[in-house]
């Protein structure tokens, strides 16, 4: 099962906070919800997990994510990701994220999002046709984590001038100001999500 | 003695013999929830198997780490292909000359495959340690596609056969090529295209579909490490191939293999195989000393234990301008999935798909089968029909409506013109088939006459011509012949066993009896059929008339039931059986009326003296006298055994008829009529005839309107819970009207043919033919199965017919 996913969502905060904390990949990765890096590999090799509880069925997916490319010019990250679950069912991604100004608003940016999901084993079997709308929904949520996180980060330098510039990543240790999110992906939740969102669809609303 | 004669009418409808609607005798146990089914056993010590499964269609096995499951409280092994090697049983033959893994070696090939086996003192022990075997593969290229299959580039899915060039049918000409099989005279075929002056083709898919009986496979394997004995209940359609496969699998010798069909909640094919399951089960219990079972989950099921079709049939008519078939020309690539699995006779890998040229006169036709390798579950298998019939029929009922089409013809009327002439039979077609008997002209006509045919096309060419109707309103026409009984021993075997039947009969003192069968009834209402037929042929109520079946320590060898072979072969063999104890029994009557045997008749239940009504033996006092004083030199006892070995197959056939309103805003297809003729020779029970009608025309619609197993890229199958496997209920099964004509097979003891498969194979094209007749006035000659609401409006947007 393959799911492609282009999104772009905008952030309100600006780009050098964002670009911050979206190299660091730990600190990225304790925004995905219930996404966790227990490990560090080498350089650009991390190990890690995701718990996804769906009702009373709990799965675990371990694998191992590998940043392929961290371009600090474009503010573009590549990195893959593996793994599997005992009970059943494998995962793998490729993701493309980049950070571009918002041309009218220097306190907010936009982050580009592109993603190639393949699942195998039970969850696609089971979940196959709820795949789109469920990885939207946990975008979502990361967006959100991924944003106050970037808020909570001090300024870089002058905001986007030393963006611009190419300035480093701050200091600051992205982790501590990570919101804390749930340790575990809630099933039940997305699905309640996912009947609101669509209930707003159909009336006209916006989602 | 000779009380006076109740009337003949009284004493047919006391035996309950063929002819009548006797109640079914299954039923009383079924309906109180008294079946025993092989869930139903439970044995002393009993433990429980589950299978890991692949999660990946294609990939390497990198390492399989069981430390932790065998850690796991109530776990008792851990078995992989590695323990299985040194027995030789991690891979096994199949009846299709390949072979299949019984456990992953070193590679899975797809998704679901049995990767390893837990072994624990209960079900669910067994579950949540299969999920702490930790399994590391490496992934390979998938190929789903039986024709990607065959490019020259293609990833090589049998490792394990490499090199080798020659199958067990013929020559491979690539590393996922099985066979290519060819049927007819492509020489003569090809001339009368050549010469003809009209000709049609047309692409068809026929989708892999399950037949999803309601129990799921399984089995209680017990080996008694004293005796050495072995005994397996196991949901078998052929209990007695099961037995001769385990005893050579096994080294166990035969006679200590006991193999027992318990009550079997529906086959329809998905249960003649023999699944790695009970391999598993049967060494796990010869190495524990304990029985095991293994009982499949739904999931499991539909994944991995036998599919159905797979077939890309491309189809070729050429014909005479004014509607007469010239030649036929077939060229199918059958996807078989991993393995060469396919359920067939020996001689035949692409079953009996050569019964193609239907219900018509051909004079010249061609078929070529190439099966192919690809990452899908093994299987091929006969779902509720004779080998491969279901396809063929499909492929020439489509053509026939095509070729109507193309010369805008009545699809009643071009089939009246081809049909076999009722003189001509016994008929050989192109492809050498000896039909045995058949009577289409006359059936056509009752089914045109019933439903008012030329009033039902007046009504559609009224609605074609309101552009407002809200629905498109199609006509299916299906004219079928099946082929079914396999078979003659002289061209059907499986692993070299002749595909005879057989029976036993004994007549107990007191005029009882029993017998005993080579088939397994699942539903077929065997006990009560059965039991008719010697209540017909020996005037024995068959209310005291016992049927058993699938105990292989009891039961003579047969080699079981599919392919609607129970009443062609099996039936036969009763009738066969009762007659050899007929003729003994008029021996022993003459003798204690003391006449000579030519003076006496027979009349329902007994023999009589010729022109003397007063003297009379009925057969219970036959049978006492057999026991109690037989005539001199006579060997005593009232029993018979009697193996069939069928001279030809038989023909059954139909002709169905169906409208179907297609709401053009919401493609939902509504069967507004179905109407079913059958001839199936001799009727033995009008009320079993009904009902197995009934449910094969319900299957039938499944399979037409909803059922299927779509696979991703990946290879995931996407649609294996009955959450989205269709299973029509009541609620979405539209009315049945069922009729018959009576054409006995005449070189049938009884004049049977067969009847349960032909309401499945008949109506699956009846209703793709009724779906395509709503499209043919914009040109549409043929859409693919399952005509579910979601294509049909897709196709309802294409020709811009949608409202």
């Not at chain 2, 089914?37 to 990198?62: S, T």
């Amino acid at each position: 099962m393959e799911v492609k996913l282009e999104k772009q969502y905008p952030l309100a905060v600006d780009s050098a906070r964002a670009w911050a904390l979206l190299a660091d990949l730990e600190a990225t990765a304790g925004c995905m919800p219930g996404a966790a890096i227990t490990e560090k590999v080498s350089e650009t090799s991390y190990k890690g997990g995701v718990k996804v509880k769906v009702g009373p069925a709990t799965a675990q997916f371990a694998g191992l994510v590998d940043v392929l490319e961290v371009n600090a010019a474009e503010r573009k990250v590549v990195m893959r990701g593996k793994g599997a679950d005992k009970g059943g069912s494998s995962a793998s991604m490729d993701l493309t994220a980049v950070i571009t100004d918002d041309p009218n608003n220097p306190q907010a940016c936009v982050l580009n999002g592109t993603a190639e999901v393949i699942v195998n084993g039970k969850f696609a079997q089971f979940g196959g046709r709820m795949m789109v709308q469920v990885s939207e929904m946990i975008l979502g949520q990361f967006v959100g984590n991924f944003q106050t996180a970037a808020q909570a980060l001090a300024p870089v330098g002058g905001g986007a001038a030393a963006a611009a510039s190419g300035a480093a990543p701050a200091a600051a240790p992205a982790q501590a100001a990570a919101p804390a999110v749930g340790k575990e992906l809630d099933g039940l939740a997305i699905v309640w999500a996912l009947i609101k969102g669509w209930f707003s669809g159909l009336f006209g609303k916006k989602a | 003695m000779n009380a006076p004669a109740d009337s003949k009418e009284a004493r047919e409808l006391a035996l309950a013999g063929m002819g009548q609607s006797r109640l079914r005798k299954e039923d009383a146990r079924f309906i109180q929830g008294k079946g025993n089914y092989v869930d139903d056993i439970k044995m002393a010590g009993m433990l429980h198997m589950d299978i890991v499964r692949a999660p990946i269609a294609h990939g390497r096995i990198k390492s399989i780490n069981k430390e932790a499951a065998l850690a796991m409280p109530g776990v008792h092994a851990v078995l992989t292909a590695d323990d299985l090697k040194p027995l030789k049983l991690h891979w096994m033959p199949t009846l299709a000359g390949d072979v299949a893994a019984v456990l992953a070696d070193e590679k899975v090939h797809f998704q679901m495959q049995e990767v390893a086996i837990v072994i624990a003192d209960d079900r669910y022990i067994a579950a949540d340690a299969v999920e702490a075997v930790e399994v590391e593969y490496e992934e390979l290229p998938v190929v789903m596609d039986p024709y990607d299959a065959l490019a020259p580039d293609a990833p090589v899915l049998r490792e394990d056969l490499a090199g080798k060039t020659e199958g067990a049918h013929g020559k491979r000409e690539h590393h996922n090529h099985i066979f290519t099989w060819d049927a007819g005279d492509k020489a003569a075929a090809d001339a009368a295209f050549d010469a003809a002056p009209v000709k049609v083709s047309q692409h068809m898919y026929y989708p892999r579909v399950h037949p999803c009986p309601l129990e799921t496979c399984g089995c209680v394997a017990s080996f008694d490490p004293v005796r050495g004995e072995l005994t397996t209940y196991l949901t078998s359609q052929a209990p007695h191939v099961v037995r001769t496969v385990v005893s050579m699998l096994s080294g166990i010798a035969e006679s200590k293999v006991r193999i027992v069909s318990p009550d079997i909640g529906g086959g329809f094919g998905n249960k003649v195989g023999i699944y790695p399951g009970y391999v598993c089960a049967i060494v796990a219990s010869i190495v524990l000393g304990r029985p095991v079972k293994w009982v499949e989950d739904r999931i499991e099921n539909i994944s991995t234990t036998a599919f159905a079709r797979d077939y890309h049939m491309d189809g070729e008519l050429a014909a005479t301008a004014d509607g007469k078939i010239l030649g036929l020309r077939v060229n199918v690539v059958a996807d078989h999935g991993a393995f060469d699995a396919c359920a067939d006779p020996t001689k035949f890998p692409a079953g009996l798909f050569h019964i193609c040229s239907g219900s018509y006169d051909v004079p010249a036709a061609h078929c070529s089968v190439k099966g192919v390798y690809t990452n899908k579950a093994p299987g091929g298998v006969a779902y509720r029909c004779s080998f491969r019939v279901t396809e063929a029929v499909y492929l020439i009922e489509r053509m026939v409506d095509v070729l109507a089409q193309k010369l805008g013809m009545d699809k009643a009327e071009i089939r009246e013109k081809n049909f076999i002439k009722k003189e001509q039979f016994p008929y050989t077609s192109a492809f050498g088939f000896e039909y045995d008997s058949g009577d289409y002209h006359t059936a056509l006509k009752k089914v045109l006459d019933a439903v008012d045919y030329p009033a039902l096309r007046a009504e559609q060419a009224a609605k074609r011509a309101d552009p407002n109707s809200p629905t498109l309103m199609g006509i299916g026409l299906v004219t079928f012949t099946e082929i079914v009984g396999a078979g003659p021993s002289k061209m059907c075997d499986i692993l070299g066993v002749g595909m005879f039947d057989s029976c036993e009969i004994r007549i107990h003192p007191t005029g009882s009896a029993i017998a005993r069968m080579g088939t397994i009834t699942q539903g077929q209402g065997h006990q009560t059929t059965y039991a008719q037929i010697i209540a017909t042929e020996l005037g024995i109520p068959s209310e005291v008339i016992q049927v058993e079946e699938g105990d292989t320590s009891t039961a003579p060898y047969g080699l079981g039931t599919y392919g609607s072979r129970s009443t062609p072969v099996a039936g036969a063999a009763i009738a066969m059986a009762a007659r050899k104890i007929h003729a003994k029994a008029r021996k022993i009557a003459a003798h204690m009326l003391e006449v000579n045997e030519n003076d006496l008749d027979w009349e329902i239940d007994r023999f009589k003296v010729k022109g003397d009504d007063s003297k009379f033996k009925t057969m219970a006092e036959v049978a006492w006298q057999a026991y109690h004083q037989p005539p001199e030199g006579m060997e005593p006892g009232l029993e018979a055994v009697h193996y069939y070995d069928p001279p030809n197959f038989t023909y059954p056939f139909g002709i169905y008829l169906c409208v179907v309103d297609i709401d053009r805003a919401t493609g939902e297809t509504k069967v507004r009529r179905f109407y079913a003729l059958d001839d199936c020779g001799t009727r033995i029970n009008p009320m079993i005839i009904d009902g197995q009608i009934h449910g094969g025309l319900t299957e039938g619609f499944a399979v037409a309107m909803g059922q299927q197993m779509p696979f991703d890229a990946q290879g995931n199958l996407l649609g294996n819970t009955l959450m989205d496997y269709f299973l029509p209920t009541a609620v979405e099964t539209p009315q049945w009207e069922t009729d018959f004509t009576v054409t006995p097979s005449p070189h049938h003891p009884i004049g049977a043919k067969g009847v349960a498969e032909s309401p499945h194979v008949g109506s699956i094209p009846t209703f793709t033919s009724a779906v395509v007749d709503a499209f043919s006035h914009v040109g549409v000659t043929h859409l693919d199965m399952p005509h579910t609401s979601f294509r049909l409006w897709k196709a309802l947007k294409e020709h811009k017919l949608a409202l």
